[in-house]
């Protein structure tokens, strides 16, 4: 029986398997990025993904879509227990994994590539509730997945159950990239590749397990390679989970 949403990896990456780092901005990379972006946000072409929700990590989103909450009121208004929910008919969501409730959200919207999303997010019990109160206010919902640490399968089962999202798209950092495919969760990768590299050591690779206990090798199944003008590259493996 399904009980939660089927989730694809998606994600734009270099040669050498980075996510972040100056090779985005090679000429060579160019049509990458326009590829990755048409792929992902086009709704017109019935080959393109139909994600109804992105998944991304605390980190990302500090530094792509919001910033640091400075301060929080210091009124203490009764907030009610367990999830807040106020609309359930967005038709996509910016899912934003926030286990300490530290992102400052300006509003209940954000966009990428001019597509925009309502914002979603994923809070523990350890969450204060001046943080919930700060997300009620401004209309975010949240959903409680976990004490201090995120519970992807209790948050998965409610994006499923609650929100009834059947696709998302998981877009990193590499931590959570690999607390994903680690724990079999993952089941799909889909990598587009830039001709491209910039030999940097500080960016973030696609999977990071620094955080990690589990270090055992996951394989993949390759279903497809399709190749696009100026040297892009998409690769889609099926994720092979006998072994997680």
């Known amino acids: 029986m399904i009980t939660r949403p089927f989730v694809t990896l998606y994600i734009l990456m270099s040669i050498d398997g980075q996510i972040t780092g100056p090779f985005g901005k090679a000429p060579a990379a160019k049509n990458s990025g326009e590829v ?7 709704d017109k072409d019935g080959e393109n993904f139909h994600f109804q929700g992105w998944l991304y990590g605390s980190k990302t989103s500090l530094s792509y879509f919001t910033h640091e909450i400075s301060s929080l009121s210091e009124n203490n208004v009764p907030v009610p227990s367990g999830d807040f929910l106020p609309d359930q008919n967005a038709n996509r969501y910016y899912i934003a994994l926030d286990r300490t409730g530290k992102l400052g959200w ?21 969450v204060s509730n001046k943080y919930k109160a700060f997300l009620r206010e401004k209309n975010i919902p949240y959903i409680i997945c976990g004490t201090t640490e995120i519970d992807l399968e209790l948050m998965l089962s409610k994006l499923y159950s609650k929100l009834k999202m059947t696709h998302v798209m ?3 950092g590499g931590i959570l990239n690999w607390s994903f495919v680690s724990a079999g969760l993952c089941d799909e990768v889909n990598f587009v590749i830039a001709p491209a590299i910039d030999g940097t050591t500080d960016s973030t690779p696609v999977f990071n397990g ?10 993949f199944k390759l279903k497809s390679i399709e190749v696009y003008e100026k040297n892009t590259i998409l690769v889609k493996y099926l994720v092979v989970k006998e072994n997680i």
């Not at 300006?106 to 350890?126: P, R």
């Open 36 to 42: 990755f972006n048409e792929l992902n946000f086009d």
């Open 106 to 126: 300006e509003s209940n919207l954000t966009a990428y590539n001019g597509h925009s999303a309502n914002v979603l997010e994923v809070i523990t019990e350890q």
């Open 210 to 219: 620094a955080f990690s206990k589990n270090h055992q090798p996951v394989g």
């Open 170 to 172: 998981l877009g990193g």
